[in-house]
């Protein structure tokens, strides 16, 4: 079975960074795509980042120049370099990982940036 294990987030003052690792397991992962969604209270889920085992990416546009995604794909883990953080910013942030026809998803981590 598919999972995926989260870490980094936290408390963090505006201006300063986090890194977000989300590593995957139980599966063959020989084509996929992963990546970051945020969702803040009252809102969608959307788009952060994500990577495909091509290198490939797509990164939000409220993001660009300051987030970084990245992945170890001999370590099917993925790494989001969070840098120059805003208050809005704030939100729990989950992992993705897509498969041909599935997608799958972490517990989510929190994110909070305090101006």
């Known amino acids: 079975q598919v999972q995926l294990v989260e870490s980094g987030g936290g408390l963090v003052q505006a201006g300063g960074s986090l890194r977000l690792s989300c590593a995957a397991s139980?599966?063959?992962?020989?084509?996929?795509?992963m990546g970051w969604y945020r969702q803040a209270p009252g809102s969608q889920r959307e788009l952060v980042a994500r990577i495909s085992t091509a290198g490939a990416t797509n990164i939000a546009d409220s993001v660009k120049g300051r987030f970084t995604i990245s992945r170890d794909s001999g370590k099917n883990t993925v790494y989001l370099q969070m840098n120059s953080l805003k208050p809005e910013d704030t939100a729990v942030y989950y992992c993705?990982?897509?498969?041909?026809?599935?997608?799958?998803w972490g517990q989510g981590t929190q994110v909070t940036v305090s101006s």
């Open positions: 993705n990982l897509y498969l041909p026809g599935r997608d799958y």
């Open positions: 139980g599966g063959t992962f020989s084509f996929n795509v």
